[in-house]
Nanobody, 116 residues
C-alpha cells in the first residue's frame, strides 16, 4: 500500500531547528515530485518547498528561503525538510506530498509548534 509517513515535528522555541522526515512505502520517492506543505489553524494549506524527481531541483516559498532546506536520500527512500531559525509563524501541521502525473499521495502530517 502506497504510504507517506511524516515525523520529526515538535515544540521548539523561536530560533531553534527541526528536521522533518517523510518516508515512503511501496514507491520510490526519486520518481516523484515531493513537496512539503503546511497548514496553520484557520489558514489554507500552502506549499513550503518541493524537490523534483530526475534532477532534484528545489524550490522554496519566499517565507522560508534561506531558513529551510529540502533534501532527498534515495537509499532511505526519504525526503527531509531541515528547518532552521524557526519563527512563531512557522507553526503549522506539515504535510508531505508525492506527485507523479495524475497520481498524488499525502501523509498524515506532523505538528510543528514554535513558541517561547
Amino acid at each position: 500500500q502506497l504510504q507517506l509517513v511524516e515525523s520529526g515535528g515538535g515544540l521548539v522555541q523561536p530560533g531553534e531547528s527541526l528536521r522533518l522526515s517523510c518516508i515512503a512505502s511501496d514507491f520510490t520517492v526519486a520518481w516523484y515530485i515531493i513537496s512539503w506543505f503546511r497548514q496553520a489553524p484557520g489558514k489554507e494549506r500552502e506549499v513550503v518547498s518541493c524537490i523534483t524527481s530526475a534532477g532534484g531541483s528545489t524550490n522554496y516559498a519566499d517565507s522560508v528561503k534561506g531558513r529551510f532546506t529540502i533534501s532527498r536520500d534515495n537509499a532511505k527512500n526519504t525526503v527531509y525538510l531541515q528547518m532552521n531559525s524557526l519563527k512563531p509563524e512557522d507553526t503549522a501541521v506539515y504535510y508531505c506530498n508525492a506527485k507523479r502525473g495524475a497520481r498524488a499521495y499525502w501523509g498524515q502530517g506532523t505538528q510543528v509548534t514554535v513558541s517561547s
